[in-house]
């Protein structure tokens, strides 16, 4: 089991940036293959980009593609997702996740943060 902790989320105006982190502890970090996620209020938890264990591959949702850029450095044990560009509909709670395979569902993730909130004004 691995323990995640994110962070960065905030307040940002259409079209600017902001820079996710996920910081883990725990076992070893870089056996995982790690995901990001978002909920918005009232809706389902959704895939938002993917990277394994290696960064050698990664996942984007299609309306990330372009956006949203996802790293790992496992060395530091920390995972990041680069957004820019951002829209009010990007408004959520940003999860990490790990897990032992890389996936594109919340079922292909084992261990959970507690979320950071983005939100972006109009």
């Known amino acids: 089991q691995v323990q995640l902790v994110e962070s960065g989320g905030g307040l940002v105006q259409t079209g600017g940036s902001l820079r996710l982190s996920c910081a883990a502890s725990?076992?070893?970090?870089?056996?995982?293959?790690m995901g990001w996620f978002r909920q918005a209020p009232g809706k389902e938890r959704e895939f938002v980009a993917g990277?394994?264990?290696?960064?050698?591959?990664?996942y984007y949702a299609d309306s990330m593609k372009g956006r949203f850029t996802i790293s790992r450095e496992n060395a530091k044990n920390t995972m990041y997702l680069e957004m820019s560009d951002l829209k009010p509909e990007d408004t959520a709670v940003y999860y990490c996740?790990?897990?032992?395979?890389?996936?594109?569902?919340?079922?292909?993730?084992?261990?959970w943060g507690q979320g950071t909130q983005v939100t972006v004004s109009s």
């Open positions: 990277i394994s264990w290696n960064g050698g591959t990664t």
């Open positions: 996740a790990a897990g032992s395979f890389l996936g594109v569902t919340p079922a292909h993730f084992r261990d």
């Open positions: 725990g076992r070893a970090f870089g056996v995982y293959a």
